[in-house]
């Protein structure tokens, strides 16, 4: 039975204007386009069987409706301790202990990283998936593990590089056989 996943592309050379928002609302109507910095990002909850079938129908309906844009990787949606809290209906603390081991069953994920002050982050997938097998704990807000995303993204850029390379049409096909 199929499952929701939220699935958030990076993608270059779309512009969010009113036509092209349009036509993305259009498609999928719960969408969430933006634009930091130049850096455009589309999340859009995908039905899909996986996460690696929702990730790549994503890309497909990207693809089919601006086909002048070029979907670039998966956004691995990093989060902190304060944004783990946040999601979870946890306070900051109680996420801390957990994290630091002090509290609760313990091999909390290893973080992907830290960002200013020694912040750590982790993909929430991560966290989601950790929540739900040590502390049964199910969180209804899946998103793309690393690893799956890894195999989009190596696709992606495979694609962006070699136009004329077989796998360029293997995307969709993926898409397909994945869903």
Do not use: Y
């Amino acid at each position: 039975m199929p499952k929701s996943f939220n699935v958030t592309l990076v993608i270059e050379n779309l512009e969010l204007n009113d036509d092209n928002l349009d036509r993305l609302f259009d498609a999928l109507p719960d969408a969430v386009p933006a634009q930091i910095a130049g850096l455009v990002t589309i999340g859009s909850p995908v039905d899909a069987d996986t996460a690696e079938s929702a990730a790549f129908a994503l890309v497909e309906t990207i693809a089919d409706l601006f086909p002048e844009a070029r979907p670039c990787r998966l956004d691995q949606d990093l989060v902190s301790i304060t944004d783990i809290a946040g999601r979870t209906g946890r306070t900051r603390e109680s996420v801390r202990l957990l994290v630091d081991g002090k509290r609760g069953p313990g091999s909390f994920p290893t973080p992907v990283g830290t960002v200013g002050d020694g912040i750590r982050i982790w993909p929430w997938a991560v966290v989601v998936q950790w929540f739900a097998e040590f502390l049964v704990e199910e969180i209804d807000d899946p998103g793309v593990p690393p690893d799956v995303a890894a195999v989009v993204d190596a696709s992606l850029a495979v694609c962006a590089h070699r136009p004329d390379h077989p796998h360029q049409q293997q995307i969709p096909e993926r898409a397909a056989r994945a869903g």
